[in-house]
């Protein structure tokens, strides 16, 4: 068994799609099948089942996947240990945000962190903030970029910026003209973000202070992604509680309106494994993320 074999095996695993693992990972289709069925054929078990054209994981395929990338994510960190003693004169710095911070406030900074810091590589990765919490927590990626806190004693949380949630509402929708008061929240049909991702979880929390009972939201669509829910909400299908970032296009080009309802900030924290070696690259990242 190889690391490289272990780094293709998670890589379709995550994906359960040898040809979208390939890609990723810049290797030839073949290559991945040929490790996949190495694996296979030297342990005996049967990591995937061969379902049509797709390929899912199996029982056995599903416990090795933590084990294999505990291996992959100490491999990754004894890289970044030497990429330090070369001074970081080369490397690779992966980080995880999720999905607001990913698209409209992690850019700028990568750029000023890469204009300070050529010779490094970044690869950065999205998902929503419980997905970017395990990733860091399982080694996966050095530094992740979450909206609000997450409860996990193993990770740092280090505040590096604030955004502010809006509701937003369809053009002419009747909140535009008379804001509403707590008692009507949950009289109006909600497009919200999925379970678990920083969005939802702050308009959930900020609810609650006000003491609206969050079970009693009328939620008509629940969309994985902030483009697709302000698309929706363009079109109708209810109104939406958003970043400031998100919305602020929307709102400019009469897509969406502002609806007069206070919400609080936000904290936007970068995460790191209390026990795992921080790269010279990771802390730059941290100190250029805060300074930008």
């Known amino acids: 068994m190889t690391l490289e074999q272990l780094r293709l095996f998670v890589a379709v ?14 290797r030839t289709q073949s290559a991945v099948s040929a490790a996949i069925a190495g694996l296979e054929e030297q342990s005996g078990v049967t990591l995937f089942h061969r379902v049509g054209r797709r390929i ?3 029982a056995e395929g599903r416990q090795f996947l ?24 080369r490397g690779i710095l ?34 929503n903030t419980a997905e970017v919490a395990e990733a860091v927590a399982e080694g996966r990626v050095e530094i992740g970029l979450v909206e609000g806190a997450v409860e996990n004693a193993m990770l740092e949380q280090t505040l590096v910026g604030r ?28 497009v919200l973000r999925e379970p678990g991702s920083g969005t939802r979880s702050a308009f959930e929390a900020a609810l609650a202070e006000k003491g609206i009972d969050v079970a009693k939201l009328k939620v008509s669509l629940e969309l994985p992604s902030n483009e697709a829910v302000r698309i929706a909400v363009r079109d109708g299908a209810g109104v939406s509680a958003l970043s400031e970032l998100v919305a602020e296009a929307g709102v400019k080009f009469g897509a969406l309106q502002l609806v007069k309802f206070a919400l609080p900030e936000r904290p936007f924290h970068a995460l790191r494994h209390r026990e795992r070696y921080l790269s010279r690259s990771g802390l730059a990242f941290m100190e250029t993320a805060a300074s930008t």
Do not use: C
């Open 163 to 190: 955004d502010r949630l809006v509701i937003v509402a369809p053009p002419g929708h009747a909140w535009t003209r008379k804001p509403p008061r707590a008692a009507d929240i949950a009289k109006e049909n909600w």
């Open 56 to 58: 899912v994981l199996s």
């Open 13 to 26: 695993a995550e994906r359960e799609h040898v040809t979208r693992a390939a890609a990723a990972l810049g």
């Open 66 to 89: 933590a084990e294999a990338r505990a291996v992959v994510a100490q491999a990754d960190a004894a890289q970044r240990a030497l990429s330090d003693l070369a001074g970081m004169k």
């Open 94 to 127: 992966t980080v995880m945000a999720s999905q607001t911070i990913a698209s409209y406030w992690l850019p700028s900074r990568l750029v000023a962190f890469r204009a300070r810091h050529p010779q490094v590589a970044v690869k950065a990765l999205a998902g």
